[in-house]
C-alpha cells in the first residue's frame, strides 16, 4: 500500500534519530522501497538526504530526546530578538540573554555526553561547532523557512546582522543589538580530563618511540664503529704482512744474488783448473 505524505515524513524523522553508522544504509534502503513503489519523488527526496556531520547529528539528538528543550530555546532566542526590536518593550533582554546562556549551557552539557555514548569526539572543536548551531537556531527562532533541529543535515553559522534584517524588515534597533556571537563552549570537565588524558598519553608514546628510536640508532652506530674497528685491524695486519712479505722478498733476491755469484765463482775456478797444465 502506497504511503501517505505524513508516513514518508515520519521515516524521514526515523531517518535522523537513527546513529550516524547506521544512517546511510537506512536512507538508502528506504529510497530505493520508495521507488519500487512507484513513488519517485519521495525516493529522489530521501535519495538526497546528507548524512549529518557529528555535531549536527548531537544537535538532532538532543530535538528527538528532549524537544521541549529545544523548543525552549528556540523561544528563547525569539523573545530576545523581538526585545532588540522593541516588539517586547517590557522584556527584560539581559534576564533573558542570560536564561538564553544558561540552557544552552545544559544543552552543550547534554549534546557532549551524546556523543560520548555513540563513540564520537566530544572535542574542542566539535563543541564549537554543536555551541555555534545552537545558537543559529535560538537565532533564527520560529521562523519559517529556517533550519529545524532534527534533521539537521550540516553545521549552523549563526545569522549575521544584515540577514536578520531583511527577515525581521529591516526593524533591527542597531543600538540594542546583542550581537548573536559564537560563544566558545565552557568544555565539560570530564571531556577535559579525557581530552588531557588522550594529550598525555599521546606525548608519552612519542616519547616511547623516541627513546626507541634513539636505542635502535645507538646500536646502529655501535656496530658500525666495531666494524670500523674490525676493519682497521685487518688492515693493520695486512700492512705488517705486506712488510713482512717485502722484507722476505729483499732477503730472497739478496740471497739470489749471493748464490749466483758464488756459483759464478765456482764456474771460473773450475774453468781455471781445467786449463792448468799438470806437471
Do not use: C
Not at 525569539?78 to 544543552?107: F, P
Not at 552543550?108 to 561547532?129: F, P, V, W, Y
Not at 739470489?256 to 765463482?265: L, Y
Amino acid at each position: 500500500m502506497a504511503r501517505r505524505g505524513s508516513d514518508i515524513d515520519a521515516e524521514i524523522d526515523a531517518l535522523f534519530q537513527l546513529s550516524l553508522g547506521e544512517f546511510t544504509g537506512a536512507r538508502n534502503a528506504l529510497a530505493k522501497q520508495l521507488k519500487n513503489e512507484g513513488r519517485m519523488l519521495d525516493a529522489e527526496r530521501v535519495k538526497t538526504l546528507a548524512k549529518p556531520p557529528s555535531p549536527a547529528w548531537a544537535v538532532n539528538q538532543l530535538y528527538w530526546r528532549d524537544p521541549k528543550a529545544i523548543q525552549r530555546l528556540l523561544t528563547l532566542g525569539e523573545r530576545a530578538r523581538k526585545a532588540q526590536t522593541g516588539q517586547l518593550k517590557s522584556a527584560d533582554l539581559r534576564a533573558l540573554m542570560e536564561e538564553k546562556k544558561q540552557m544552552t549551557m545544559a544543552l552543550l552539557t547534554k549534546a557532549s555526553a551524546i556523543l560520548e555514548e555513540a563513540g564520537q569526539a566530544a572535542s574542542s572543536d566539535s563543541m564549537r561547532r554543536v555551541s555555534a548551531t545552537l545558537e543559529s537556531l535560538a537565532a533564527w527562532g520560529h521562523m519559517e523557512g529556517v533550519p529545524r533541529a532534527g534533521r539537521l543535515t550540516a553545521d549552523l553559522d549563526p545569522p549575521g546582522f544584515d540577514a536578520l534584517a531583511v527577515l525581521m524588515g529591516g526593524n533591527i534597533e542597531a543600538a540594542k543589538v546583542l550581537p548573536f556571537r559564537t560563544r566558545k563552549p565552557v568544555e565539560d570537565p570530564a571531556a577535559m580530563r579525557a581530552r588531557l588524558h588522550e594529550a598525555v598519553q599521546s606525548a608519552e608514546k612519542m616519547l616511547r618511540e623516541a627513546h626507541r628510536h634513539a636505542e635502535r640508532a645507538e646500536s646502529a652506530l655501535a656496530k658500525s664503529n666495531a666494524r670500523v674497528a674490525a676493519v682497521e685491524r685487518q688492515r693493520h695486519e695486512i700492512e705488517v704482512r705486506y712488510a713482512e712479505a717485502k722484507e722476505a722478498a729483499r732477503l730472497a733476491s739478496s740471497e739470489t744474488k749471493k748464490t749466483a755469484q758464488a756459483v759464478a765463482d765456482a764456474e771460473r775456478s773450475l774453468a781455471k783448473a781445467k786449463g792448468t797444465p799438470e806437471t
